[in-house]
């Protein structure tokens, strides 16, 4: 009998995955239609009901009583459950792949755990405004979940109320708003800093909340600029939003005087922690003077992404900034939890009642599996397994690793394809298209590009070393391909459920189309 | 004293000895610790970080977490009659199925190559939602109707370059609130007065309150007060005559009846996805979504993402695709439309697969389904001596107003009470409306049976005796 697992090596390395993504060539929902079919039927109304109340639609002022059923499909279940299904496949989940292609994003492992836990009917069917004696379950893994982030940080008291990452940094400038409003500075602190390694939802947020955004741009070795930030303050600045480690993995060294600096001029200081997977229980914000802080639950804390949400954004402040947080908090009485509405000078609501609960109850169940020793393991893995993506990654031809040279990165790189790209012409986009032939997602950067042709990894604490290898091995060939084969990469993908999409009909009014009705409107029609 | 052992970590496949040690001696480092070089020491944390033990086994871990839970009263124990933003609806099965696979639940923001299933199924529940709404053009989701609202007022402005917007106001106070800062400090948000009998607008406020400044008119239908708004037309009218944009939140599960808002002159409208197949999850199943005309004006404006259907290179092959991305602050930081940021996708995946089973009549069937319950409960209501309902006289959907003031009760004493009867009454809405006296808004719809409603009717009765 033939050796199959042999074969799966060549010269002791691993073989590339000859991976094709599902192609279902599933049509577009609508062209399932089929008149008259049901995909379920509603719980029908008792007959004693009806004859007691009539013709309720006769109710219903004149003009406001639906003339024609919106042009829904009509389409039975097992049809709709497969063409999900069919869809899903072409989907890639962290659960499914590698998923190391989509740096700041910390795509980590989801326990099922958690998510059975969180689907259990004890919080699934749990409406937000039932008397607190109703809810103490619920209450009481917040309260729990707010000490243990408390310890995370070093900070005093924590919000859970926004749905994610950008909308706790939007929470965050609300609070530096209403402080300098209360020392009637607001009109005259009417500026956030950031750097342009830090998210872009800093510098967007905080122009929501009024604020001119100065962004600060690296030095020569890719850290925070000390003397550009000197420069920045003034007597107008209202605060500093960054994060760190930034993007590309760098942390900080003089965080400290950032720190201190702002201060100095009268700002608050803000601790963007969504890259705070390789920090757990090694350095706290407070510890090193921010004011406030906030982490993504959907990232660093496990709970999934979920193509883009709900997510989780917890936000915690300083004693002398708990009094601003959103209505309501969470409190215990040493008998009962409640919700405290009774805060004058809360900033009232970002988002509607208490936040996105499964997301937290899964975060909550995360760090209750591992403790404070899991928790610093967590760190310790996801920074090894990016040191080792580092060291590897150096050694395939056309990438580098742009900044602080020599030194080690914490959680995740931002890398460089301008070799690759000056030598064969492949765009680092290319690549990405091309990784999708192998499973993988890849992704570049935020923009603008600041490092040239980018590409960020994350590893995170989840894969194994095996894994690790596999995505350098499939970089490595695509690199090769890109050197002897250029038109292969760039003409990519050739093994996922499509091929290149046409990018101009979508930045074109006449063209565009955003739902189906505006397609057979603007395109199939003509 | 219990022993010490050393922990493999299952969520953390490499913090096995023997793999960390290859792994470091790769990296040519003695230990972690090198590896975090750059914190300076001054802010190392060195000590133990102060948490509860860990429950390391998944036994231990799922018996402690059930629990807490167990501590929880449900609206599947209890007879739920709070709506006030977040609803009560029946899930089919087939929401959770898809929303719980791995592919959708744990992807995040893959391309349209490696993630085609992702912007296939977001823009469909687009499309699903136009039909439902009458409209072209269906964002992916925001946070919440609140944040879906806040946006649309702030789009309005940028469309008009105007500054002022008027709100009507039976609005959800806290809505109303986070509105409010959210315009901050570009627009300032008037308030509309309201009718007092039958809730609806006061025409001729509208018309003191409208200029040339008003940028936009927002209201809602169903209104938060459950009520039907009748005079549509008139305010969208008065809106366009003063070149404002007219922006109407709406509850999409009350659309299998009700016009949609475009049939009355809306620009601009929003609302919330949770009442198509997502679990209230005490609020964590909140979508906000925001709709409009394909007019290039309105789509520059829109702050999310928007998923187009475009050809690929091969032909006959659909592929998908960001609509105008520049406008975001993925592309341009603040210099964006507001920002873009992990919303509620999955939630529309979900909305999607629930619009999709529901079909034409399914939409009719449960919005008239709704009515004829919700109705029931009002009528029956109404014979309890002392007790009004629908307080407020105008057409409702599944919401109304119930007025306790002739009786000796207040509403947190009546809902208090009702607990104990296995029933959670409607929101207490004597603070939030002075106006409105005692009154508490109930909600009813497909979920509630007539021994339900019927045992809600006895309860009260009991509980003001």
């Known amino acids: 009998m033939k050796n199959i697992t042999a074969e799966r090596f060549t010269n002791g390395e691993p073989n590339l995955r000859r991976f094709h993504q599902a192609r279902w060539d599933e049509p577009i929902i609508y062209e399932l239609s089929k008149e008259g079919q049901r995909g379920i039927l509603v719980p029908e109304v008792e007959d004693s009901i009806q004859e007691q109340v009539g013709d309720v639609l006769s109710t219903l002022p004149e003009g406001l009583k639906r003339k024609k059923p919106p042009a829904l499909p009509e389409i039975s279940q097992p049809r709709v459950l497969r063409h999900y299904l069919r869809l899903s496949q072409e989907n890639l989940g962290a659960g499914l792949n590698i998923d190391i292609g989509q740096g700041t994003c910390t795509m980590k492992y989801n326990p099922k755990i958690n998510k059975e836990l969180a689907g259990s009917s004890k919080i699934t069917d749990l409406h937000p405004l039932q008397a607190d004696e109703t809810v103490q379950g619920m209450l009481e893994i917040i309260y729990r979940f707010e000490g243990m982030l408390k310890e995370i940080s070093g900070m005093d008291k924590f919000t859970f109320q926004p749905g994610a990452g950008s909308q706790a940094i939007y929470n965050n400038a609300r609070i530096i708003r209403a402080y300098h409003e209360d020392n009637g500075e607001s009109a005259q602190r009417d500026e956030i800093i950031t750097t342009i390694f830090s998210h872009p939802s800093n510098a967007a947020c905080a122009k929501v909340a009024g604020y001119k955004v100065i962004t600060l741009y690296p030095d020569e070795d890719g850290y925070p600029d000390l003397d550009a930030l000197k420069e920045a303050v003034s007597e107008r600045t209202a605060g500093l939003m960054i994060t760190n480690p930034e993007d590309t993995g760098i942390f900080n060294p003089k965080i400290e005087e950032f720190v201190d600096i702002v201060h100095d001029a009268g700002g608050l200081c803000f601790y963007d922690q969504a890259n705070a997977n390789g920090i757990l229980g090694i350095t706290r914000a407070r510890d090193a003077g921010f004011d406030l802080c906030h982490f993504n639950l959907h990232k660093t804390f496990a709970a999934p992404h979920g193509c883009g949400g709900p997510g989780g954004g917890v936000a915690g402040v300083t004693d002398k900034l708990a009094k601003y947080l959103p209505i309501p908090t969470v409190e215990f009485d040493g008998n009962e939890y409640y919700l405290d509405y009774d805060r004058p000078d809360s900033i009232g609501k970002v988002r509607s009642f208490l936040g996105v609960a499964p997301v937290i109850l899964k975060a909550y169940t995360w760090v209750m599996n591992l403790g404070a020793d899991g928790l610093k393991q967590v760190s310790a893995i996801a920074v090894l397994n990016n040191n080792y993506l580092l060291k590897k990654m150096q050694e395939i031809k056309g990438v580098s690793a742009p900044y602080a040279e020599g030194k080690r990165r914490i959680e995740q790189v931002r890398y460089s394809w301008e070799k690759l790209y000056e030598d064969t012409g492949v765009h680092s986009e290319y690549i990405g298209l091309r990784a999708a032939d192998f499973g993988l997602h890849y992704w570049t950067s935020h923009h603008p590009f600041v490092v040239p042709e980018p590409n960020t990894l994350e590893p995170t604490e989840s894969y194994t070393k095996a894994e690790l290898d596999e995505y350098l091995a499939v970089l490595r060939q695509i690199s090769h391909e890109a050197y002897t084969d250029p038109e292969k990469v760039q003409t990519a993908p050739h093994n996922s459920t499509v091929h290149q999409a046409k990018h101009e009909p979508l930045d074109d009014p006449k063209q565009w189309a955003i739902t189906w009705r505006a397609y057979l409107k603007k395109v199939q029609d003509k | ?465």
């Open chain 2, 1 to 465: 004293m219990t022993k010490k052992r050393s922990i493999v970590y299952p969520y953390i496949p490499n913090s096995a000895p023997l793999v960390k040690k290859e792994m470091l001696k790769a990296v040519d480092a003695k230990n972690i610790d090198e590896l975090y070089e750059d914190i300076p020491a001054s802010i190392r944390f060195t000590k133990k970080m102060d948490m509860p033990e860990p429950y390391l086994s998944e036994y231990a871990l799922r018996r402690h977490v059930e629990g807490l839970l167990s501590k929880n009263k449900t609206c599947k124990e209890y007879i739920n009659f709070l709506g006030a933003g977040c609803w009560q609806h029946y899930v089919p099965a087939v929401c959770d199925e898809i929303n719980g696979r791995d592919e959708f639940l744990t992807a995040y923001a893959g391309e349209p190559y490696d993630d085609h299933g992702r912007f296939q199924v977001l823009f469909e529940y687009a499309s699903l939602m136009a039909e439902l709404l009458d409209m072209d053009v269906v964002n992916v989701p925001t946070y919440d109707w609140y944040q879906a609202a806040a946006t649309s007022l702030r789009m309005a402005s940028r469309i008009t370059d105007r500054v002022e917007v008027l709100v009507s106001k039976t609005i959800d106070p806290h809505k109303l609130a986070m509105m409010r800062e959210y315009c901050k400090p570009d627009i300032e948000i008037k308030l509309i007065d309201f009718n007092k009998a039958n809730g609806q607008i006061d025409i001729s406020n509208l018309k003191k309150l409208i200029s040339q400044k008003t940028a936009a008119v927002y209201f809602e239908n169903p209104t938060y007060l459950g009520l039907i708004e009748s005079q549509g037309k008139e305010i969208s009218a008065i809106a366009h005559a003063n070149g404002a944009v007219c922006v109407v939140g709406v509850d999409p599960i009350s659309l299998g009846v009700l016009t949609p808002p475009i049939g009355y002159g809306a620009d601009i409208v929003c609302g919330d996805l949770q009442p198509l197949g997502v679990h209230m999850n005490y609020g964590g199943g909140q979508s906000g979504f925001i709709a409009s005309r394909d007019e290039e004006k309105y789509v520059m404006e829109y702050p999310s993402r928007l998923f187009g259907i475009t050809p690929t290179t091969v032909e006959g092959e659909y592929g998908f695709g960001d609509v105008a991305y520049e406008r975001t602050s993925f592309a341009v930081r603040e210099q964006g439309k507001e920002w873009v940021g992990t919303a509620t996708a999955l939630w529309a995946i979900t909305a999607g697969v629930y619009l999709a089973l529901m079909g034409p009549k399914g939409m009719v069937e449960l919005g008239e389904g709704i009515m004829q319950r919700s109705h029931y409960a009002a009528e029956q209501l109404n014979q309890i001596k002392g007790v009004k309902a629908p307080y407020l006289e105008s057409a409702f959907f599944k919401e109304f107003v119930v007025n306790f003031d002739e009786t000796e009760m207040s509403i947190s004493e009546i809902n208090k009470k009702l607990i104990d009867h296995g029933i959670f009454g409607g929101k207490d809405l004597s603070k939030e409306f002075p106006d409105l006296g005692k009154s508490a808004l109930y909600c009813v719809t497909e979920v509630h049976q007539k021994n339900d409603i019927d045992k809600l009717v006895t309860s009260i009765k009991e509980v003001l005796k």
